[in-house]
Each structure stands twice: as C-alpha cells, then as structure tokens.
C-alpha cells in the first residue's frame, strides 16, 4: 500500500471535499528548506501561499529550528495557571514594544479561531462589568472570516464555511464591506475618500447601542479572495466606535508581522485596536500558538477579587506553550535584527511589478491587487463587465492543479489566485513562481 492509500484510508483532510482526492491524491511531504517543499519522490514545490499564510521566514528556518531544538530540553510544557516560564515572559515583553500602542495584556491560546472566540468572551463580559449589559450583541463585515468555531464563524460571513451551521450560530450585525474592485458606490480603487463607510455609520447609528464590539480583518479579507481596502476605513472605524462605546477587536491573525508591509495592518492607519489577535506568523508556522492581546482599561474590568465573579474564567491546556515562545521569541529575534520586514519591501515592489507585467493585459485578469508581499489575481469571464466564472468549472481548482504538476502550490480562493509567499522569498524564487503560475493559467485559460 502506498502512503498516499494509507493516508486515504484514515485520514480526513481539513477544509476539503475528500472524494476530490480519488483524482487529486494527497501529496507526502517529505522535506521543506527555505521556499520549497519536497515530496517523497524527491519533486520540488514553491510554497507560495507560505502553508496556510502561516510560514513567515521559511521552512526549516536554521534560528528557529535551534530555539525549538534548545528549549525541547529544558522544558517542553507546564500548565500556565499559576504558572509561567521565561520564554512566555520574554516574549510578552517584545511584543509590547511592537504591538499597536496602548495594548498591554497578553492571552494565550493555541490557534486563530481560539484567539477571536476569547476576543469575543472579553468583549462581551468588559461591556457587562462595565455597567453596560444592554451590549450583548456583534457587528463584522460582509464576507468576513475569522475562523472556524461557533463564535468565530457567526463574526464570519462566508456561506462556504458557515451557511449549514446558521441555526447554531449567534445574531450578529452585518456592515457591507469595502469592494474595491466592484465598488458599490461607483469609484475606482485609489481614488475615493472610502464612500462605502457610510454603511458603517448608518448600521452603528441603527444597532451601536446594543452591540459590544465590531470584528475586521484590517485592510485585508483575506478568505473573500484576498479584498485589499483603504487604511482610512480603519480610522474612521476608530473614531466611530469611540463616539458609540463599541470595542474594535483586529483580527490580525493573517496580516500580523510583517505580511502587509508593516509589523501589523493596523500601523497603516496610525491608530490602534481595543483588542488584537494574532497567530500564524507568530510562530514563523512552527507551533500552534494565538495571543489574544487588549488594553489596560480592558484587563482592569476583570481584575477585582476572586468572590466578585469578575476573573476570565476561560482556559486553553496549551496556553503559553515554551516551545511555541521559542520558536515565536526566534521569529522576533529575524525581524529585528535582520530587519526582514524592511528588506521585504523591494521585492513586493518587484514582485507586483512582475505580474503586472505577465498577466495585467489577460483576457481573464480582472484585477491585480496586492499589499506587501500579498499579491491577489482575480479571474474572470468578462473583463469589462468584471462578471466571475461559472462557479461549476472551478477555474482556479483547474489551475491549482496544473500549477502543481509544474511544482507550484497555489490553492487559489474560489478563482483568485494568490501569492503570500515568505518574507525572506528571493527575486530569483519570484521568477520562477510567476513563470510556473503563467505556464498553469496558460494551461487552462490560454
């Protein structure tokens, strides 16, 4: 039996339709060094799409590999109620120095989803303990995703992840989001003074008084198809949840650390977040690990005596786990001091230039967006009319398969296809992925 038969016979992929493996087998992994893969049969991949968004600075990456080797020995987990260890110290005490401004309080968790829904818990108890128990209710945007729990996906509004579970899922508030490519109020990307935030203050007005906080992926939603929107929004949504007493949680778990151009999304605006949470790059895509961060006057509501009822009675068994410290505690040492952030922004320059100038004049290529490193290709029918593909073919699944025979893993969001490669990517590493990239969409739409 091969290891693609004995991972079939019991393995059950996430985020998959399994019988699409009976064409598609499960590709074994046998080895990773930098951007590339390798498979059992010695064949090489670009990971382009970083794992996931996770992998900041390479598979195997030597510094991160030796924290992890280094703390294994030492020590490997404790619980961390009443707890703690120094890794875990260390790092909250870098991350200060790098967060937003004003947010102090650091709490663990072991995954994204678990890091918004321990957002949400906070935001709802602050506004109860704070004399408002009238705000139980969220406000998030229109083709958000912000993971795959209960609370995570009810903040979320894909019906791909979310439409079957709606009996079970929380009532929520729903501004429509910003579109850039297919504007609702008229204007072209770059060119607008965000008209589309009008919808933000008619729903605040409307529904502000009974709502506790308001969930976005600053600047970039990323499971819609990678939609890139003005950093004005997020400053205007500052002002407004402060006029309305409405807490502003950043989901940064996919635009933290550098993805964007800056540590975080949020730096872009110049203003900061009640609440942040973030994961995938914390770790540089080595451990499971989330923080959910918040202010001073935030963790001051729950500090009162233990008979007051007020703790934060919320818990994850790998919170603040020393490997993941290590390996994010090394994540932080590489930005810092090698300053990948900022070496990172010629090539995204290089980068958008480069598929601009292999795909801008397609047939098929509505737009080309992009922040950071962060490039999004967006295919479609009809130019002009920016009409889509009929969902039925499954344009970009066609081309995500021919981009893995030329060793290039794509896994396009419906029919954007996407490059969020590591910020330590070569130009030379760009050329040959947009190369694979053209020869696979060539492939399929010629």
Request: glycine share 8%; net charge negative.
């Amino acid at each position: 039996m091969t290891l693609e038969e004995r991972d079939l016979k019991h393995i059950w992929h996430p985020c998959s339709q399994m019988k699409d493996y009976e064409d598609l087998p499960p590709i074994v992994i046998d080895h990773g060094k930098g951007v590339y893969l390798y498979d059992v049969y010695g064949k090489e991949y670009i990971d382009i799409v970083s794992s996931w968004w996770c992998n900041l600075l390479g598979h195997c990456n030597p510094t991160i590999n030796a924290a992890v080797k280094e703390q294994i020995d030492r020590l490997e987990h404790v619980i961390f109620a009443n707890f703690t260890h120094e890794p875990a110290i260390r790092l909250c005490e870098e991350l200060s120095e790098v967060v937003p401004r004003g947010l102090t309080k650091f709490n663990f968790s072991d995954n994204g989803s678990a890091s918004v829904e321990c957002a949400l818990k906070m935001a709802f108890q602050y506004q109860h303990q704070t004399g408002r128990p009238e705000k139980t209710k969220f406000i998030c945007l229109s083709d958000g995703y912000h993971g795959e729990t209960i609370g995570a996906l009810s903040v979320g509004c894909l019906d791909l992840y979310a439409k079957i579970y709606k009996p079970m899922l929380m009532d929520v508030e729903r501004i429509e989001a910003p579109d850039c490519y297919r504007c609702p109020c008229g204007r072209e990307r770059g060119n607008c003074s965000v008209e589309c935030f009008a919808f933000a203050e008619r729903l605040f007005e409307e529904h502000a008084a009974e709502c506790c906080a308001v969930i976005v992926e600053p600047l970039l939603q990323g499971s819609a198809g990678m939609r890139i929107y003005p950093a004005e929004y997020l400053t205007k949504l500052r002002a407004l949840c402060d006029e309305y007493n409405v807490l502003l949680i950043a989901d940064e778990i996919a635009t933290g650390f550098g993805r964007t151009g800056k540590m975080f999304a949020f730096d872009h605006a110049g203003v900061s977040p009640d609440i942040m949470c973030i994961s995938k790059g914390l770790t540089g895509g080595y451990m499971p690990m989330a923080i959910t961060v918040v202010t001073d006057e935030i963790y001051g509501a729950f500090y009162a005596d233990y008979r007051e009822g007020r703790a934060f009675m919320h818990s994850h068994t790998y919170s603040g786990n020393p490997l993941g410290c290590s390996a994010a505690l090394a994540v932080q040492k590489i930005l810092r001091e090698d300053k990948t952030i900022e070496k990172a922004a010629p090539r995204a320059k290089y980068l958008n230039e480069l598929l601009n100038d292999t795909f801008a004049a397609h047939p098929n290529v509505g737009e080309i967006r992009h922040i950071g490193l962060i490039n999004a290709i967006e295919l479609v029918a009809d130019k002009k009319s920016k009409k889509g593909f009929d969902g039925e073919k499954r344009t970009g699944y066609a081309i995500y398969k021919e981009a893995l025979k030329r060793g290039l893993i794509l896994r396009p969001l419906g029919d954007v296809i996407y490059f969020n490669p590591p910020l330590t990517i070569t130009e030379r590493e760009l050329e040959e992925a947009v190369a694979r990239a053209k020869s696979a969409l060539d492939a399929v739409l010629g």
